[in-house]
């Protein structure tokens, strides 16, 4: 395959790069990324001689048309990802999720591409009740917020593309998602920096709101099994291995992992339009593709703690700012990578 991998530099978005070159030597990968606040090109650091790497924004249509002429596939990671800055500016969600989005169907649609998965959220669902119900397949869109909202114009966009059009398109919703090159903004990331840093952790509200965790790798390899096995105009739903927690519940976890008590623990005002609780059923995931996760929550979490200490100098760099200059020595260029 050519692929051609949106958002590459970013959390989930490298950690598949990573993955595909381990899994897939034999194919090429082209990495478009904008380097916003959370593309990091340190994230590639270690493979980036084994990929063509374009700094770039999913909306230049220009570039976009350029870039999709040698590629056969898209993987589509790139967006605005985080639900509190979100709330601060919802524009640049509507730009990057909705008309990048766009972009990039419209560019393989007329580049005749064989595949676009679409890797989306399970939170353009909204939210469940504590205690009751999963997210499927079937499961109407009713998104609260407005990253979710953006997340859910772009994949009816897709679907639109492939009824309309043809393309030849997959989605993904998956739930939380956590492990390797996470930026320190997201929950478990930023609370194992601020623990190990000796800094309380803020808990939003009561603490009782519920997420899926699903280790990233699960999350990587569910995607390989949709480019692979899954059925075009489908969409499949991926979430974690018996790890729906409370935050709260996930806040003590990592108290026990970093040696910390909950003296550490601050509650502070909720986030707005809070969702309650999100939960997955990935039976059709299982059932038609042969994939399930396989990382618990305990294990995964432990993993991640680790791997937090043995990257000290990555977490470090992003704290003071630094990685953004990384991309300047790298490839010679005195662009500004602005916040
Ligand atoms: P992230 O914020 O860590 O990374 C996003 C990447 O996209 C960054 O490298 C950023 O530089 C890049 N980017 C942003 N705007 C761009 C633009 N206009 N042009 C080109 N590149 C741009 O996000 P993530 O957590 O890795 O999420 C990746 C995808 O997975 C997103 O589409 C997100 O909606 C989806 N998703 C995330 C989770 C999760 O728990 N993090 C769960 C389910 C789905
Ligand atoms: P987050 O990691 O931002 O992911 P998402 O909004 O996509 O679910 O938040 C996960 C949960 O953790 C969510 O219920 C909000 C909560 N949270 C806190 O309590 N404190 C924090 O500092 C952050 C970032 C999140």
């Known amino acids: 395959m050519k692929l051609l991998i949106t958002g590459g530099a970013g959390f989930i978005g490298s950690n598949f790069v990573h993955y595909w070159l381990k899994n897939h030597p034999e194919d090429e990968v082209t990495v478009l990324d904008k380097l916003t606040y959370a593309g990091n090109l340190r ?18 249509r220009e570039l976009v048309f350029s870039i999709v002429k040698d590629i056969d596939t898209i993987v589509h ?27 990039l169907l419209d560019a393989a649609r007329l580049n005749g591409l064989k595949r676009f998965h679409h890797v989306s959220t399970d939170e353009v ?9 999963f997210f499927n397949e079937n499961t109407p869109y009713a998104p609260r917020s407005t990253y979710p909202a953006s997340k859910a114009a772009a994949d009816h966009f897709v679907r639109a593309y492939h009824i309309t059009f043809g393309l030849p398109v997959t989605i993904s919703n998956c739930s939380n998602n956590y492990g390797p090159y996470h930026f320190p903004e997201k929950i478990i990331p930023l609370f194992i920096c601020n623990l190990k840093e000796g800094k309380k952790v803020p808990v939003y509200g009561d603490g009782l709101y519920v997420r899926d965790w699903i280790h990233v790798e699960d999350h990587c390899r569910g995607i390989e099994a949709i480019l692979l096995k899954g059925k075009i105009g489908e969409t499949y739903c991926l979430g974690g291995k018996d790890s729906e927690v409370s935050n709260l519940e996930l806040t003590k976890k990592l108290l026990a992992l970093t040696g910390r008590d909950e003296s550490f623990i601050e509650y502070v005002k909720d986030r707005p339009g809070h969702d309650r609780r999100y939960s997955i059923d990935y039976t059709k995931a299982k059932s ?15 993993a991640t703690v680790q791997w937090y200490a043995d990257n000290q100098a990555w977490v470090d760099k992003i704290r003071s700012g630094v990685y953004q200059e990384y991309y300047k020595r790298q490839y010679g260029k005195d662009e500004s990578l602005t916040l």
């Open 43 to 60: 994230n590639l650091e270690t493979v980036v001689d084994k990929i063509k790497f374009v700094k770039g924004d999913i909306c230049d």
């Open 288 to 302: 038609e593709l042969d994939w399930e996760p396989r990382i618990n929550l305990d294990d995964g979490l432990k």
């Open 125 to 133: 669902f909204g939210h469940l009740p504590l205690g009751a119900g």
């Open 77 to 103: 990671f790139a967006a605005e990802s985080h639900n509190d800055r979100a709330a601060m500016d919802p524009e640049s969600f509507v730009r990057t999720n909705v008309l990048g989005t766009f972009t």
